[in-house]
């Protein structure tokens, strides 16, 4: 169900900011839209989900409903805050969005529009699991406002596939894209690699198979064992062997390889895009520093500086709103060396890469070094900025420890 919420001062009860926290108008303000809801709990997964026998008490059929009045509360609040701001991006996660019935989405994203407004040419994006698209939910979400969907392929092969329990028929997944494709959508197929006994050539037929597929984002992501999930107490116990870090190196350098040979573009450590407006641009705004509100049981928000969240459980989301209460468990407020150490974290990990005059000057120092270990593209340094060498993006916690030291 999630890792536990982070420390933090409490949030006050009305969910207002503090008075001198005031929103820059030109930052750009992104929406995310959390479904907590999931068939079946994937053993890897450590995210804030919850299947039906985990519910006790909340609704699915009324989540649409309590989402709106958390929607309806931030107008209040980001009022007071400077002036309300049309969302750029949305996006809807999870879980599984497309569990809801279409129109319950498209309720929620009018209550953004009606309520921020949504700026011309906005990313809307919804997350899917391939069993769940129809061409005709995929031409509702189309009629909507809804831009791209994410598609959670993981992988081509069944055995890993099971290995991770994931449960979508493969097959699934090609007539998911046809759908998307159909209704006008953009496409990303997300792929897991490192699942317990997936080989190397595993990894080639699940990546070759999303390229033929021919979408137009591609994201990649090394599978981390968190605490506390099903696949960690089988680590444990001896039943499955831990991801192998150099098997995941190569996977990560074949995946670089195969993208990049049929025209994907990295552009952040784990994520691909064909030439053109294909990148993520709402996961761009978290890594950029933008401003957003993160609505849902669970879900995190980045408001002028103030970063807040909410109650885990879906009971106790709706329960709070029901009482006319902010579902915000906390709240904290970064200080300047922390939202310096943030930037460089995150600012690293993608194609622009960070200015060096924002390095301080112990940081500034390693630069020559990370250039020496091939960890950081000489050229970009001399013109001024910080950009991962394809050895760098493997090692990028390496390099913001040096950057950081």
């Given at each position: 169900m999630g890792a536990a919420l982070p420390l933090g001062e409490p949030a006050p009860a009305d969910g207002a900011l503090p008075p001198d926290a005031v929103a820059d108008p030109a930052t750009p303000f992104g929406v995310y839209l959390h479904v907590p809801f999931c068939r079946v709990r994937c053993g890897y997964c450590d995210f804030n989900t919850y299947t039906s026998d985990e519910l006790r008490g909340a609704r699915q059929d009324?989540?649409?409903?309590?989402?709106?009045?958390?929607?309806?509360l931030a107008r209040g609040v980001l009022a007071d805050a400077g002036p309300v701001r049309p969302a750029t991006t949305v996006f809807f996660g999870g879980g599984t969005p497309t569990l809801l019935p279409p129109?319950?989405?498209?309720?929620?994203?009018?209550?953004?529009?009606?309520?921020?407004?949504?700026?011309?040419?906005a990313e809307v994006t919804v997350e899917a699991n391939p069993d769940t698209v129809t061409d005709a939910t995929a031409r509702e979400l189309a009629a909507s406002g809804v831009t791209r969907l994410s598609i959670g392929m993981q992988s081509a092969v069944p055995h890993v596939l099971a290995a991770l329990d994931r449960t979508h028929d493969p097959a699934n997944v090609a007539s998911a894209v046809a759908a998307a494709r159909g209704a006008g959508l953009d496409v990303s197929l997300d792929l897991i690699y490192g699942a317990p006994g997936e080989s190397l050539d595993d990894w080639r037929r699940s990546v070759e198979t999303a390229v033929g597929l021919g979408p137009d984002h591609v994201s990649a992501y090394a599978l981390i064992i968190e605490d506390g999930t099903k696949l960690a107490r089988q680590i444990r116990r001896g039943e499955v062997v831990a991801p192998d870090d150099d098997l995941q190196a190569d996977m990560y350098e074949l995946a670089d390889d195969l993208l990049a040979a049929s025209g994907y573009d990295w552009y952040e450590v784990s994520n691909w895009a064909r030439?053109?407006?294909?990148?993520?641009r709402h996961n761009l705004a978290y890594w950029q520093g933008h401003d957003w509100w993160g609505f849902g049981p669970g879900a995190h928000s980045h408001i002028a500086g103030v970063r807040f969240w909410n109650v885990k459980h879906p009971a106790a989301y709706?329960?709070?709103?029901?009482?006319?209460?902010?579902?915000?468990?906390g709240r904290e407020r970064p200080d300047a060396a922390a939202r310096a150490l943030e930037g460089i974290l995150l600012r690293t990990r993608?194609?622009?890469?960070?200015?060096?005059?924002?390095?301080?000057?112990?940081?500034?120092?390693?630069v020559a070094a990370l250039i020496a270990d091939g960890l950081v593209e000489g050229p970009a340094a001399l013109h001024g900025r910080i950009v991962l060498t394809r050895r760098g993006r493997l090692l990028a916690d390496a390099v913001v420890r040096a950057l950081t030291d």
């Amino acid at each position: 169900m999630g890792a536990a919420l982070p420390l933090g001062e409490p949030a006050p009860a009305d969910g207002a900011l503090p008075p001198d926290a005031v929103a820059d108008p030109a930052t750009p303000f992104g929406v995310y839209l959390h479904v907590p809801f999931c068939r079946v709990r994937c053993g890897y997964c450590d995210f804030n989900t919850y299947t039906s026998d985990e519910l006790r008490g909340a609704r699915q059929d009324q989540y649409a409903d309590t989402l709106l009045r958390e929607i309806d509360l931030a107008r209040g609040v980001l009022a007071d805050a400077g002036p309300v701001r049309p969302a750029t991006t949305v996006f809807f996660g999870g879980g599984t969005p497309t569990l809801l019935p279409p129109g319950d989405l498209a309720r929620m994203l009018d209550g953004v529009r009606t309520t921020f407004g949504i700026a011309d040419g906005a990313e809307v994006t919804v997350e899917a699991n391939p069993d769940t698209v129809t061409d005709a939910t995929a031409r509702e979400l189309a009629a909507s406002g809804v831009t791209r969907l994410s598609i959670g392929m993981q992988s081509a092969v069944p055995h890993v596939l099971a290995a991770l329990d994931r449960t979508h028929d493969p097959a699934n997944v090609a007539s998911a894209v046809a759908a998307a494709r159909g209704a006008g959508l953009d496409v990303s197929l997300d792929l897991i690699y490192g699942a317990p006994g997936e080989s190397l050539d595993d990894w080639r037929r699940s990546v070759e198979t999303a390229v033929g597929l021919g979408p137009d984002h591609v994201s990649a992501y090394a599978l981390i064992i968190e605490d506390g999930t099903k696949l960690a107490r089988q680590i444990r116990r001896g039943e499955v062997v831990a991801p192998d870090d150099d098997l995941q190196a190569d996977m990560y350098e074949l995946a670089d390889d195969l993208l990049a040979a049929s025209g994907y573009d990295w552009y952040e450590v784990s994520n691909w895009a064909r030439p053109g407006d294909h990148r993520s641009r709402h996961n761009l705004a978290y890594w950029q520093g933008h401003d957003w509100w993160g609505f849902g049981p669970g879900a995190h928000s980045h408001i002028a500086g103030v970063r807040f969240w909410n109650v885990k459980h879906p009971a106790a989301y709706a329960q709070r709103l029901a009482a006319g209460e902010s579902p915000a468990a906390g709240r904290e407020r970064p200080d300047a060396a922390a939202r310096a150490l943030e930037g460089i974290l995150l600012r690293t990990r993608i194609r622009e890469g960070l200015p060096v005059s924002e390095l301080l000057g112990e940081g500034r120092h390693a630069v020559a070094a990370l250039i020496a270990d091939g960890l950081v593209e000489g050229p970009a340094a001399l013109h001024g900025r910080i950009v991962l060498t394809r050895r760098g993006r493997l090692l990028a916690d390496a390099v913001v420890r040096a950057l950081t030291d």
